[in-house]
């Protein structure tokens, strides 16, 4: 325990998210017990990325170039935008497999609780896109969280002066779920936009 | 997701033991995202462990030296060695302030279930220690579950050639619990309450 590298490898492992430190004293363990087939490999996988993934200039994403691959692929369609928090709301949608479109992500949200404004988020970089691109449609898929609904509806706002259609993601009971462990919030809201059969 | 450096920080990532898959993306984010105040000093870190972490000759233990600071240590008592499953266990004992003597570190346990017999275990160096040291007391400190009990009584049968006084821990420990995961006080009431095999 009383060694330098170890305990700053301990240290280090320990600020990842979802960590904690004696999680980090196994991982580091397992990582020293297994040099060659794990913490080197593991080494050279960070400096790659490290090296290799860069920001998107256009919509924020990471990816090994800039404009990304999405940005740049002729198959996804140009005429929808879909505003994200965060490139792992992009994986998610991608995931989904239900959107072809392009993304647009705002690197968080507003919060007046930790005082970010509009100024921390790729607001002016989306209203130049919607100005210069073709776009027909804007979906905002905030996550359903308080800071990110009022970021929704402060974008749609914003987005007003442009005469395009915004949408935001519906609201409803999740697939699979069940009517007695859902929360009141999502049941009241599933209720009230509930459709004709 | 498209992309070959971030796809194998991921995968790396999601082998480290209790980071999942979801929970890699999360992280390899988090680390792309905060390159200069967290993927580089990880990196640095990875890299100083593995270059001045190595395996003590003697004990097993991992230090910036071999023989590591423990086995170098004119403040520890060495007459009284315990032997334990894994490095953890040597920090989870540290931890207790309940020990003052040397370490053995077997490297697991026997498995009938997972095909580990006693050759994989570092029986052999612990009994060379044992002939060529000075000891009266060998502790078996292996964990309290069904494949430590059976090492322990395993070496305890060994070590009965030796005519040395060989002790386990008392069972204050839970059942079925680990070292790694035990409270410091319950390790060090369970450490001075050793008895006799």
């Not at 913490?39 to 990325?49: D, E, F, G, I, V």
């Not at 200039?57 to 002729?74: A, F, H, K, R, Y």
């Not at 140009?78 to 994200?84: H, N, S």
Request: aromatic share 4%; net charge negative; charged share 20%.
């Amino acid at each position: 325990m009383s060694n330098n590298s170890l305990n700053s490898l301990i240290q280090q492992l320990g600020k990842v998210p979802g960590v904690g430190k004696r999680s980090a004293q196994r991982i580091a363990l397992h990582l020293l017990q297994h040099k060659e087939t794990e913490l080197q490999p593991l080494m050279h996988a960070l400096s790659l990325a490290d090296q290799h993934v860069k920001q998107c200039e256009i919509c924020g994403n990471l990816d090994g170039q800039s404009p990304c691959q999405i940005c740049q692929s002729v198959k996804r369609d140009a005429t929808i935008l879909c505003v994200v928090e965060d490139v792992a709301d992009v994986w998610a949608m991608e995931r989904s497999n239900g959107y072809q479109g392009l993304y647009h992500i705002l690197g968080g949200t507003l919060s007046a609780l930790e005082g970010r404004g509009p100024e921390v988020l790729a607001i002016e970089p989306l209203k130049n896109r919607i100005r210069q691109g073709d776009f027909q449609e804007v979906i905002l898929a905030m996550n359903a969280t308080m800071d990110g609904q009022t970021t929704s509806h402060y974008i749609a706002e914003i987005l007003m002066e442009f005469k395009i259609k915004v949408t935001r993601l519906a609201h409803g009971m999740p697939m699979g779920g069940e009517l007695d462990y859902l929360d009141q919030g999502t049941l009241a809201a599933a209720l009230s936009a509930r459709l004709v059969i």
